[in-house]
């Protein structure tokens, strides 16, 4: 009986001129090809030996019942946010629990606690949304302290953008921009994004170059695309 062979990597494909990431998973012991959408997003299962070019062939040809099942998936409802001092937060893969404290006070994270400053029938969701954004520039400005000895270009400017659809985004002039949601999620996950960014300041593209690149400025990128991409959804709640 032949030894039995997997393998699973997370790929990239363009779809209308848009990449996709995609979890390809091979075996020896399936005979077709199958495309899998679910909350994480794309699994292709496919036979060991088949080439790649094949699979990302059949992805495109797919593209619109892609396309479909993963807007499908994205539209079912999030469930009710009840907006309230106590309520629990994401932050940095952990959680933070709410304490509203007098306006003349200032905002602190401190033993698994957000104390936050709110008005008196002011907004609780405002408030919180907008610490999340300055505390999301805060923390990005300082892990982008940590990969700069590392770039052969400097970013023209670091900003925090309110896409829906994209964790972040780099211009041809180098302004990176990191969606603010991702200050809910783990140092690795962030990391990620930013790196991946950044290596858009050498190439612009999504080249074996541009993923060499990745690599040299966070080798463990893989494990954490693959978490962003599993628990991603949860950080769009809001």
């Not at 390809?24 to 080439?51: D, H």
């Not at 302004?175 to 612009?204: F, K, S």
Request: glycine fraction near 4%.
């Amino acid at each position: 009986m032949p030894e039995l062979l997997r393998s699973s990597e997370t790929r990239s494909v363009s779809l209308n001129g848009e990449q996709l990431d995609y979890t390809l998973k091979r075996s020896n012991a399936r005979r077709t090809l199958a495309l899998t959408i679910q909350n994480s997003g794309l699994s292709v299962n496919a036979p060991w030996r088949l080439p790649l070019t094949e699979v990302e062939r059949f992805i495109v040809y797919k593209a619109d019942w892609v396309r479909a099942k993963l807007d499908a998936v994205k539209s079912v409802p999030a469930p009710e946010i009840i907006w309230c001092d106590g309520m629990q937060l994401r932050y940095l893969g952990g959680q933070l629990r709410l304490r509203s404290i007098s306006p003349a006070g200032t905002a602190e994270v401190k033993d698994q606690q957000l104390w936050l400053p709110i008005k008196p029938d002011a907004a609780v969701q405002g408030a919180v949304l907008a610490w999340y954004r300055c505390a999301a520039r805060i923390y990005f400005q300082a892990r982008l302290q940590t990969f700069l000895p590392f770039l052969r270009r400097a970013p023209a400017g670091l900003l925090v953008s309110d896409a829906r659809t994209r964790w972040g985004s780099c211009t041809r002039n180098g302004v990176v921009r990191l969606n603010w949601r991702l200050i809910q999620a783990p140092e690795a996950q962030i990391d990620y994004v930013l790196a991946h960014e950044l290596a858009h300041l050498a190439h612009l593209d999504h080249s074996p170059a541009f993923w060499r690149e990745v690599t040299r400025l966070y080798p463990d990128f893989a494990a954490a695309r693959r978490m962003l991409q599993k628990h991603g959804q949860d950080y769009h709640c809001f």
